[in-house]
């Protein structure tokens, strides 16, 4: 396919430099230590390289990986929480795409697409490079792109042709917006236009933006309403055609459960939010980890450091079905045994899931601290150190010095000499920023030996 003369993107050089400058850049990739920086990009880019080389993806490999099969696809399709904001999304970007070159994607909170849809002769050439459905565009697998880097620095963003990481991407250019949940702020994906020169234009970000702001007012919308359906006629949820309406109900929203960072958690359910207590915190987390159930004696021995009461711990329920009710009904905490009749999406487990696909640098940008991190309780410590030491150890063995430098601001790792000499292996003999490392561990050697 020929390349097309990509215009502006968001800089003050002018495209044609910009292009040189990339495939300038391009010929250097390989031969560079982590830590220089190969001149010219712009800095959104030149980072984007960096994480992209530091995630080791291949920028001559030409396709992406495939996540999902089609039936995995499908289920996963219907369930997800942009399913019901589609039809938006089709009137005011896919339909005036269909004869302008130009196509328009829809992923999730992970870089993997859901929907790939428009101009039907720049669909098939899209598949030679697997931009698909159910393929992962994440920074991860393949390197800096629109959707993958627009998530990953969580902001619009814009990449024109060769500053893509992956070959095979150079003939095209994208612009990318992150999708947050109306309510609780969550990424819950990424709306994102490819195509040639009119992918990058100027007004282009502005339409995606408008429609993302679009689609998340009538998702607000969508909620409020069934919200309010719910709670006239709470009986009707038992009948068949209301369990129609629940399945509805649950591809609206993400239930969540925030606890990374913070002392009491936020609970997300039906679009709405509330602040728990720590106890009931506590209580959530372990449940949400253990989505089969646990009984009273199990949960009592996750959830109190000593001999905990079961009287205490049913007491303790009482009072969080109470909170919970005015959320939701239907996601009560069932007993016997004590389980969620709802799915959660901790943010924890969204660290746990993006480790374990190597997407390392995402993980990092969810993870905001240590779940509960003045919570003694059994099973929240277990869950606590179980995520903080897998997140350590793929930072360790994969990670960028970007990385592992922003991994060092957390409190955790204040004292943290091995992920300092680690930083040191990696950085050139005279990076600048060699000094605040070795600044940095004679403070603790100070402070050890105090």
Not at 177 to 187: K, L, M, Q, T
Not at 205 to 234: D, F, G, W, Y
Request: glycine share 6%; aromatic share 4%; proline share 7%.
């Amino acid at each position: 396919m020929k390349s097309p003369i990509h215009p502006p993107v968001p800089g003050n050089d002018a495209p044609e430099l910009l292009q040189r400058r990339a495939l300038s850049g391009h010929e250097q990739l390989g031969t560079l230590s982590a830590d220089e920086v190969i001149p010219g990009l712009r800095s959104l880019v030149r980072e984007s390289w960096q994480r992209s080389a530091g995630f080791k993806a291949n920028p001559d490999v030409a396709e992406a990986p495939l996540a999902m099969d089609r039936d995995e696809l499908e289920d996963y399709r219907r369930q997800h929480p942009l399913a019901t904001i589609m039809p938006v999304i089709r009137k005011l970007l896919v339909q005036p795409s269909h004869d302008s070159g130009l196509l328009v994607a829809v992923g999730d909170d992970v870089g993997r697409l859901l929907w790939v849809d428009g101009d039907p002769v720049m669909q098939r050439r899209a598949e030679s490079m697997m931009f698909v459905a159910g393929a992962d565009w994440s920074e991860a697998s393949v390197g800096t792109s629109a959707p993958g880097t627009a998530l990953a620095v969580n902001r619009s963003i814009q990449i024109a042709g060769a500053e893509h990481f992956k070959r095979s991407v150079h003939p095209w250019s994208c612009t990318a917006v992150p999708f947050h949940d109306p309510d609780s702020g969550a990424v819950l994906g990424v709306v994102d236009i490819t195509g040639t020169e009119t992918a990058v234009a100027p007004h282009t970000v502005s339409l995606v933006e408008a429609t993302v702001a679009a689609a998340q007012a009538q998702l607000r919308i969508e909620r409020l309403q069934l919200a309010a359906s719910a709670r006239e006629k709470p009986r009707r949820r038992h009948s068949p055609s209301a369990r129609g309406g629940d399945e509805r109900r649950n591809t609206l929203y993400r239930n969540s459960l925030q606890l990374l960072g913070r002392d009491q958690a936020l609970l997300s359910i039906g679009g709405r939010t509330v602040a728990l207590s720590a106890r009931h915190s506590e209580i959530l987390a372990i449940l949400g980890s253990h989505p089969a159930g646990l009984s009273a004696e199990e949960l009592c021995a996750r959830l109190y450091p000593g001999d905990g009461s079961a009287v205490t711990l049913r007491a303790e329920m009482v009072r969080l079905r109470k909170v919970i009710q005015e959320l939701s009904p239907e996601a009560v905490p069932e007993s016997r045994p004590y389980r969620l009749p709802v799915e959660l999406l901790p943010d924890a487990g969204q660290v746990l899931t993006c480790l374990q696909r190597g997407a390392h640098r995402i993980a990092l940008e969810i993870y905001k601290g240590a779940v509960l991190p003045r919570s003694e309780a059994p099973g929240v410590v277990q869950l606590r150190e179980r995520v903080s030491h897998l997140l350590r150890e793929a930072l360790l063995s994969d990670g960028s010095v970007d990385s592992l430098l922003k991994y060092a601001q957390l409190p955790e790792a204040k004292y943290d000499a091995d992920l300092r000499l680690a930083v040191l292996k990696l950085l050139p003999p005279r990076s600048p920023k060699r000094a605040a490392v070795v600044a940095d561990l004679e403070r603790l050697e100070s402070e050890m030996t105090a």
